[in-house]
């Protein structure tokens, strides 16, 4: 069912755009059924980072935990590498998608798969694991509390030499971006700061999006919508919209360390505008 619109659901020019749409306007978390489904479509075909998370992976031999697995977007290229993958999601519409996918995918991947529908910031698998994964900056879903849970959790899982791989969105400044980029907060990068950038996609079906990011300066928030790429003059238009944290990757180092986790490395990943992600490779503290 679509969420009641208010005027503070969606800020900016997408906010605009919404009340223009009136009651044609059907709006939903991108998590729900019907946001996952446009999710999924819009960013099937995005490769960002699953080179370098895939590159990371190949180092540690063994058994992979994916967290926020979503429909699957790493999960399919971890399971090529030849590695068992367990992948845990609490979206039950995105795990509806993962187990579309792998059942149209080879045999030989599939049945090395295993889908867990649960809360990365609480989980309890009963077994280790060599090599734990949590993408597309899917740490900044989480409040404080859940962070804490996530990194008890990873390190209650996490085998012996084992590695945790997370991306965040790094705050850039004048340099280049990286896990001490802007210090704890991070900072502007000098130049008029751009409070609402707008994307255009083709998704995995040839349909077209416009995806609205709207983050203020120096708010610990952004807010993603998705509309399609064109609307009409009449009928329901389907909009998927979610507020995410903006965790800088010196916080996130700082939360890391004081959870008994080490960053060892940090990898800054291909991108532009204000923030761009770096992928953090984490062990347990000696």
Do not use: N
């Not at 969420?3 to 998590?31: K, N």
């Not at 999710?39 to 699953?50: A, G, I, P, Q, R």
């Not at 804490?148 to 340099?175: C, K, M, N, Q, W």
């Amino acid at each position: 069912m679509a969420v009641a619109l208010t005027p503070s659901t969606v800020p900016g020019r997408a906010g605009e755009l919404l009340a223009e749409l009136g009651d044609r306007a059907e709006l939903h978390d991108v998590y729900d059924e019907t946001g996952s489904t446009v999710y999924h479509d819009f960013s099937l075909k995005d490769t960002h980072e699953v080179r370098e998370l895939v590159g990371l992976v190949r180092r540690t031999p063994g058994a992979v935990l994916e967290l926020a697995a979503g429909s699957g977007r790493l999960t399919l290229p971890l399971l090529a590498l030849g590695r068992e993958v367990t992948a845990l999601e609490l979206s039950a519409g995105m795990l509806r998608l993962l187990d579309e996918r792998l059942a149209q995918a080879p045999g030989r991947l599939r049945e090395r798969c295993v889908a867990v529908r649960a809360d990365m910031s609480s989980f309890a698998l009963g077994r280790r694991f060599e090599v734990i994964v949590l993408g597309t900056t899917s740490v900044s879903l989480l409040d404080e509390e859940g962070r804490a849970g996530l990194y008890a959790a990873v390190r209650e899982h996490l085998a012996p030499g084992g590695r945790f791989l997370l991306s965040t969105a790094d705050i850039v400044t004048s340099g280049a971006a990286g896990p001490a980029a802007g210090g704890e907060d991070g900072g502007e990068d000098g130049g008029e700061a751009e409070v609402e950038a707008v994307i255009e996609a083709v998704g995995a079906s040839g349909r077209v999006y416009r995806m609205h990011d709207h983050w203020p300066p120096g708010s610990d928030t952004r807010t993603v919508t998705i509309f399609p790429g064109t609307v009409g003059d009449e009928g329901p238009v389907t909009v998927c919209t979610t507020t995410v944290g903006v965790l800088p990757a010196g916080r996130l180092t700082a939360e890391l360390a004081a959870a008994g986790l080490t960053v060892l490395a940090g990898h800054p990943l291909p991108g532009t505008g204000r923030y761009r992600d770096v992928l953090l490779e984490v062990g347990v503290t000696a």
